[in-house]
């Protein structure tokens, strides 16, 4: 067993084509009401790709269809009128279960207050120690380190954005604007759409929250 835990949501225009971060054999594979749709999409590259665990409150996919679907699997209910998100608490699952490489497929598009609900998660497990991306294919976010290697993936641009009200200390090199700023203010930035020019660019921020998005 690995400390990797997929993490199936629902998402508008999910694009299996393009994801990269794939589970393997040894990953535990949660999938969260409507990522249930999620995960048969990703079927076509993954014939096998069956999950672990499924939950939510079911008010955006029919429970009816999960024992033809997913014969066997645990199935852990929710009341719909609950505290938290069905993505926010499959995160909670993977944590209780041990795991700390937290990938969430799906959750992009649609609605905008799930869109961020999915993103400002990412924050939520770093702060409980582990490390997380969200990825609907088209697109891969994740919270910046200080020093972050950009590798080609498919993915042509590549955009960093301000979580808190100033950043400090930025540079990327490697693409094909390259920059250096000693403030960078959530409130207008200008780090958005760049891309590789060399075979890895760098990214390092001093100090502050801010997040990389590869995006098609």
Known sequence: ???????F???????PEYLTDLPQKDDYVI??????????ALRGRIPELCPNLIL?????????KLPKLFPHVPFCSFPPEKDDTDSALAVDTAFEKGFSALFIIGGLGGRLDHT???IY???DIEKRGGVGILTDGKNRAYLAGKTNTILPSGRKYVSLIPLDETVYNV??????????AKELHRRRFITV??????PRGTIEVGSGKALIVETV
Do not use: H, W
Request: glycine share 10%.
């Open 121 to 123: 998660l990412l924050e």
């Open 193 to 198: 759409s760049n891309e590789l020019t060399e």
């Open 56 to 64: 939510g409150d079911m008010d955006s996919f029919d429970k009816a």
């Open 171 to 180: 540079t990327m090199t490697g693409f094909y604007y390259p920059f250096s």
């Open 31 to 40: 999938t969260a009401d409507s990522g249930c749709e999620t995960l048969c």
């Open 1 to 7: 067993m690995t400390d990797r835990c997929f993490i």
């Open 116 to 118: 961020l609900n999915n």
């Open 9 to 15: 949501v629902g998402g508008k225009d999910f694009c």
